[in-house]
T-cell receptor
């Protein structure tokens, strides 16, 4: 079945540095990928929708200059947390939809998530 | 705005016990409802879904019925197994597509022998 790989699964960084998280669809092409953020004991919140070859669409309240999303190919989207601060510490999850698949959540494939800790 | 509320965990059960995880929602329009499961170290997987009132979604022995009158979509399983230990997320979408999934906070289930 469809697999989405996220890397790294865990990352610890110092405040002020930038961190890049990769989301890869391993056996299918994904025109659309989604990035979510989850705080402890809270819901997954959609941050942005990225479409291959175009700018990402950010949800209200998400700083696009803080969370840079690049979807340069049909199998890779990256999320870069720039100038990270402790409040950016969170669990980041990506999902991808298959090219040409019918609409509906049953064709969304999720990555295992990346836990970011900013010291 | 639209939201999903599910019971806090962790839920700890013995093998073969009956499971209920409550989920209620607030939405405008007519949402589709979903249950996702996340096993340790893996991504979220769609467990079941229901797209209109009174629909029952079922998979792997789990069931949930879309109750419009009570705005609920409770997850049930008659006899849980140790392998069912995971985090369960209730979610909805009203966008007609799938990108605007709104999730609950997740409920961790631990089943012991």
């Amino acid at each position: 079945g469809a697999v989405v790989s996220q890397h790294p699964s865990r990352v610890i960084c110092k405040s002020g540095t930038s961190v890049k998280i990769e989301c890869r669809s391993l056996d299918f092409q994904a025109t659309t990928m989604f990035w979510y953020r989850q705080f402890p004991k809270q819901s997954l919140m959609l941050m942005a929708t990225s479409n291959e070859g175009s700018k990402a669409t950010y949800e209200q309240g998400v700083e696009k200059d803080k969370f840079l999303i690049n979807h340069a190919s049909l199998t890779l989207s990256t999320l870069t947390v720039t100038s990270a601060h402790p409040e950016d510490s969170s669990f980041y999850i990506c999902s991808a939809s298959q090219t040409g698949g019918s609409s509906g959540a049953n064709v969304l494939t999720f990555g295992a998530g990346s836990r970011l800790t900013v010291l | 705005g639209d939201s999903v509320t599910q019971m806090e965990g962790p839920v700890t059960l013995s093998e073969e016990a009956f499971l209920t995880i409550n989920c209620t929602y607030t939405a405008t329009g007519y949402p589709s409802l979903f249950w996702y499961v996340q096993y340790p170290g893996e991504g979220l997987q769609l467990l079941l879904k229901a797209t209109k009132a009174d629909d029952k979604g079922s998979n792997k022995g789990f069931e949930a019925t879309y109750r419009k009158e009570t705005t609920s979509f409770h997850l049930e399983k008659g006899s849980v197994q140790v392998s069912d230990s995971a985090v369960y997320f209730c979610a909805l979408t009203t966008s007609g597509g799938y990108n605007k999934l709104i999730f609950g906070a997740g409920t961790r289930l631990a089943v012991h022998p």
